[in-house]
């Protein structure tokens, strides 16, 4: 399916996160693109090595590149993350070091391609070579994609919004470092990963081919996983239970039919798991438990009061706080991984005395992952995977 159709608006982001190599990292970028309903999001200062990708519990597609150097330290690495509804439309991507990725989609105007381009770019700091040699690079990734094709490069410039507010008032106020240039203007500072960087993300309209398509209605599923929460369980009984109290007059009654009993039946369900569950709105790593969930919530609404901080004191007080929180879900995190895991070896365990050899092959691919072909050579093209 092309990523690019009539009248199609994609949605474009690039982030900075400071890191994926804490546990759980990837979920909770996952989660913010989502979020702000991002296609497309590049990711810089990834510190993965090695290239390859890996599609998420939530459904989210992940290409990384870093350093392939055996001992490489966990420095730099750029990544690609793809919402499910973009993963239909990669032709390919590429791998150009730890700081260059690139990847390509399927436009509905045939011989047109759509590339994305992520960077991570040297800051002044680095050596002149360095920066010579990443510019050349770039430069050369650039050169090679056809005019006639879009391409898009994103990433990590080092820009600086500056103190100069004109014309930007109502966006902008005056206290920012440095001076301004054309990469500073746009970002989303409700997005939250821990990091001192601000997710920016692009709107993008562009008509190629009048297409006129049928709409469909998505199907939403009821957010189950906070039956595992014993509260949230013992309520959904209750309500459901007097629910059923209240039906059983009509039920047994006269001129009832199956229909009409079954209707109700549904009704009293839906309405229950609406009420106490609600809609699913995002998919999450089995293991990432319910008060997990709500840590990372807390944590995003102490970057929000960062925010809309008035006074420096107060600034200091809710920049204190949230990273207080953050450390509460870096723990809850690595608790939740650990239990999972140890869950895994048991099941493994005890399917291996009993001899189920499916489920025991499904729960060691679980444990030890996919990512290369079996002669070891890293999957980097969709259609293999």
Known sequence: MPLLTTRATIYLGTWNVRTMWDTGRAFQIAAEMRRYNLDVLGISETYWTQVGQQRLASGELLLYSGYEEENAPHTQGVALMLSKQTQKAPIGWESHGPRIIKAFFKTKKEGITMNVIQCYAPTNDHNE???DQFYNRLHSVVEKCPTKDLTILMGDVNAKVGVDNTGYEDIMGRHGLGERNENGERTKRGA????????????????????????????????????????KLNKFKIDLRNKFQALHDLLYGEGTTVESDWKGI?????????????????????????DTLDKIQERRNKKAAINTSRTRAEKVKTQTEYTEENKRVKRSIRTDKRKYVEDL????????????????????KKLSGNRRKPEGEVITNI???
């Open 266 to 290: 549904k009704e009293a369900i839906t309405s229950t798991c609406h009420e106490v569950l609600g809609r699913k709105k995002h998919h999450h790593k089995q293991w990432i438990t319910v």
């Open 129 to 131: 070579d360095a920066k």
């Open 383 to 385: 259609e293999e995977q």
């Open 345 to 364: 070896a048991t099941t493994a365990e005890k399917t291996a005395r009993e001899g189920n050899m499916r489920q025991l092959y499904d729960t060691t």
């Open 192 to 231: 939250d990963i821990a990091s001192d960087h601000h997710l920016l993300v692009a709107k993008m309209k562009l008509k190629l081919k009048k297409h006129w398509k049928m709409g469909r209605t998505i199907s939403q599923k009821f957010n189950t996983a906070f039956l595992q929460d014993t509260n």
